[in-house]
């Protein structure tokens, strides 16, 4: 099992980083091809079809933020207790990883039928808009075990390195649900035309198809990690283990969610084009932002191993190269932003009010991806180290502390404009930060500069 793993302390960093990266970014690359492709889909409905599914966001956003949050808090823990030759603590951080998964899943069936409705009538009073985002909702909430579990097997194979095999299911996953997309929604070969409900149908026949091919591929074959039964009772410190990197990771990846609720809320006060705008630009930005979490999920487990062997200059060296590599691909978002943002938003089939709005959005908003670089690698870094807090700091200042008080201020003055100026000073700040903050992390034993 020890020499399974061993090429994450031996392999040159660069050739390793890219041997793991790639695969994930591919794959996030399919994904948020799969998130833009369910838009425009929908968007073929109309206006209102679209917003309704952009008020269902949130909701389904926090399903994802906590699978891969508690997926990073067990992938944090196998990369560590791998690394410094723990092989037991490994398999208990591994199988007490899906047993709370499990108790992810009934979580979210209760909040799917007792909090959708109210929760979506906070944002809208259109009768239409409500009963097809409530459609939508009910269906991703109350199914969404196959989403918690597939993420769980998702991030204990990333622990191990077998970035292929999360590549082709997760592709697997998008594909199934790209192909089901219209056949549901709008009623080919047979089938009623479900409208928005379709869609969510086939987001969740997706991810529950990707989950059980996790399980087949599991059984087939001995891997660096074992889920075992002996495992089952609570360790507190491995549970307090997982969580304290978990915990921190989901309220960073829920914090789009309360920032796109609060948003749509200001925004609604001008217009509900303006809450569509909002919507479409994070499917777009997923395109942007996965591949970077790509390079992240990558790195996290070179990070981890080789925190755990006490390999510090192997980490520094991932950490630089991450970061070279993240900030390739926000400059080349900018630059598609800057001068394609007409192209971009003629996907969603946007009459000219939608086309102004978000052509204006897009291109103040970009001003802060390569910034943003920095925010995204280090915050994936304090991760890997085992360090939730510092993480969750860097993501507070990128997406909550900056960025909501100053949309607040700004709309006053300059209207939506105001809100779109409030992401790119949210960057900057969070930057500034993560920078300082793993530059005094243990003296500055990881800062890569």
Not at 11 to 32: A, E, T
Not at 220 to 242: F, H
Not at 297 to 308: A, D
Not at 390 to 416: A, E, K, Y
């Amino acid at each position: 099992m020890e020499k399974e793993n061993s090429f994450m302390r031996t392999r040159p960093v660069f050739s390793l980083l890219v041997s793991m990266s790639v695969p994930m970014m591919l794959s996030m690359l399919i994904q948020s091809l799969y998130n833009i492709v369910d838009s425009i889909y929908v968007s073929r409905l109309g206006t209102d079809a679209l917003t309704a599914v952009s008020l269902a966001y949130p909701l389904q956003n926090a399903i994802v933020s906590v699978g891969v949050g508690i997926g990073v808090g067990i992938s944090s823990a196998i990369s560590i207790h791998l690394g410094s030759g723990d092989q037991e603590k490994a398999d208990r951080a591994a199988t007490l990883g899906v047993v709370l998964t499990f108790f992810h899943c009934i979580l979210f069936i209760l909040a799917g039928i007792f909090i959708t409705r109210p929760f979506l009538r906070l944002f809208t009073d259109d009768p239409a808009i409500l009963k097809d985002a409530c459609d939508y909702t009910y269906i991703v909430l109350c199914l969404s075990f196959g989403s918690l579990l597939q993420l769980a097997f998702e991030k204990i194979f990333q622990s191990i390195g077998k970035m292929k095999i999360t590549m082709y299911l997760l592709i697997v996953g998008c594909v199934i649900n790209i192909i089901l997309d219209p056949i549901l929604i709008f009623g080919l070969l047979g089938f009623p035309a479900l409208g928005v409900a379709g869609a969510a149908i086939a987001t969740v026949i997706g991810q529950i198809c990707a989950f059980l091919l996790y399980v087949v591929v599991y059984l087939r074959k001995t891997y660096a990690v074992r889920i075992r039964i002996k495992y089952v009772k609570p360790d507190w410190k491995i549970i307090g283990q997982i969580y304290s990197v978990g915990i921190p990771s989901t309220i960073m990846m829920l914090l789009p969610s309360v920032l796109i609720s609060i948003l749509n809320r200001i925004l609604a006060a001008f217009s509900d084009l303006y809450v569509a705008v909002l919507g479409v630009y994070f499917k777009l930005q997923t395109f942007i932002y996965m591949p970077a979490n790509g390079i992240v999920q990558g790195m996290r487990p070179i990070v981890g191993y080789n925190y755990g062997a006490g390999e510090y200059k192997r980490v520094r060296s991932t950490i630089r190269y991450s970061l070279a590599c993240a900030a390739a691909i926000m400059l080349l978002g900018t630059l598609l932003s800057l001068i394609l943002p007409e192209q971009i938003f003629a996907l969603f089939d946007a009459d000219a009010e939608l086309m102004g709005a978000g052509v204006t959005a897009l291109r103040i908003i970009c001003l802060g991806f390569l910034i943003s670089a920095v925010g995204v690698i280090y915050s994936g870094t304090f991760e890997a180290l085992g360090n939730g807090r510092d993480s969750l700091i860097i993501s507070l200042l990128r997406q909550f502390v900056i960025t909501i008080p100053l949309s607040c201020i700004l709309s006053n003055f300059f209207g939506p404009v105001g809100v779109w100026i409030a992401f790119p000073a949210g960057e900057l700040c969070a930057a500034v930060v993560a920078f300082f903050l793993l530059k005094t992390y243990k003296k500055g034993a990881f800062s890569p500069l």
